[in-house]
């Protein structure tokens, strides 16, 4: 009999990772730009990868604001194994949440659960200019099987996962907004590179330009139209979870900052280091990005109940979600106490030491042109029509 998972046993695994093994491959993840692939087998042999899915289905049925803690403890360590973490969760909570009328999505959370499959998600794709509710390729069904063939600007780690979660027109003469999310299976597809990816951060995500195609069963299409999916899971569980990386990020740099402010009160007892009004500043944007995306989190799950849905709008009011540009804020912040002198300063712009920032906060640089959220964000909810 399988001993049931839950959230504090998935915490300390996480912190464990974090810890002895996402921290030290961390360098060579962000210097080879490869995929973080010690990390990956650690939450699976922890069973971190089945955290979403219901525990009527085998998985640990973790809340939205749980699911940002195990985030933002990995991405503390390692920020594209953050990031990795993050886009699972956010793929198999749309099948968690919206596939359960279906037989074979009950069996696959199933197998998941028992396996420990890592989902990518391909939702971009060439003349949709980003766009990821629109869509130009489309489901071509033929009896019980379909074929589908898409030019996708981005496939997040895509080479090394177990299957894909991919967006499409519901048919070739549907709208380009009439979507739905297709499960692909290993060996259901092919994926020709396009493109090369050698970026600013987020370089162990291994993102590339490729061409899918590939033919399955038609019980593999999620039921439901794509734009519930997207407006109720995709994009809200999307800002959280990247805010809740985010925040991790930002959280590891002050920590490197309280230590280089430490180091120097030893130096000179009895006297205020010069630096620490900064390193105050940055515990207070700190607190104010981890109490946004938290709040954010504590409401999303009503969106189950089926009589709200929750969409992500800017505001200018206090206690919004965390934004990318809010991690680099708090990230420079970090900088400024490490370098009141010069010398500090080069040690911390460095790859290498005990207060070197430059592998581990580069993710924070990269999100903002990447993934363009908005400066403050939050998550409002209204009520469905």
């Not at 379909?146 to 996962?161: E, M, N, P």
Request: glycine share 8%; with cysteine; proline share 6%.
């Amino acid at each position: 009999m399988t001993t049931a998972i839950t959230f504090e046993s998935l915490l300390v695994a996480a912190r464990s990772i974090a810890s002895d093994v996402a921290a030290a491959h961390a360098d060579d993840v962000d210097a080879r730009a490869r995929f973080p692939q010690e990390t990956v087998d650690a939450l699976r042999a922890a069973r971190l990868l089945s955290a979403p899915v219901p525990r009527e289905l085998g998985g640990a049925g973790c809340s939205m604001l749980e699911l940002g803690l195990l985030c933002s403890t990995l991405s503390q360590a390692c920020g594209a194994s953050g990031m990795v973490l993050a886009m699972h969760y956010i793929e198999v909570a749309c099948i968690a949440r919206h596939g359960m009328t279906s037989p074979f999505f009950r069996a696959y959370m199933r197998s998941l659960c028992e396996r420990q499959w890592l989902i990518a998600s391909v939702t971009s794709e060439v003349g949709t200019f980003g766009d990821t509710r629109s869509s130009v390729c489309a489901v071509e069904v033929s009896g019980e099987r379909f074929k589908l063939v898409k030019d996708a600007t981005t496939v997040s780690y895509g080479q090394h996962a177990d299957a894909l979660l991919v967006t499409a027109r519901r048919a070739p003469d549907a709208a380009s907004g009439d979507q739905v999310l297709v499960l692909l299976r290993t060996g259901e597809y092919t994926l020709a590179q396009t493109g090369n990816w050698d970026t600013l951060g987020m370089r162990g995500t291994c993102s590339p330009g490729a061409k899918l195609s590939a033919e399955a069963g038609i019980e593999q299409i999620l039921p439901g139209a794509f734009a519930e999916s997207s407006s109720q899971t995709m994009v809200p569980y999307s800002h959280i979870l990247w805010s809740s990386l985010w925040w991790g990020i930002a959280a590891d740099a002050v920590g490197r900052a309280a230590a280089f402010v430490r180091g120097q009160a030893r130096k000179q007892p009895g006297t205020v280091p010069p630096a620490a009004h900064q390193l105050a500043h940055a515990h207070a944007e700190l607190q104010t990005m981890r109490n946004g995306w938290a709040a954010a989190a504590s409401h999303l799950p009503a969106c189950a109940s089926g009589t709200t849905s929750y969409s992500i709008a800017p505001t200018p009011e206090a206690g919004g979600a965390p934004s990318s540009a809010s991690t680099v804020a708090v990230t420079a912040d970090r900088y400024q106490p490490c370098s009141p002198s010069g010398p500090a300063g080069t040690s911390a712009a460095s790859t290498a030491g005990a207060f070197a920032s430059a592998t581990p906060h580069s993710p924070a640089h990269a999100t903002p042109a990447v993934v363009s959220r908005p400066p403050s964000t939050w998550c409002r909810k209204f009520a469905s029509v």
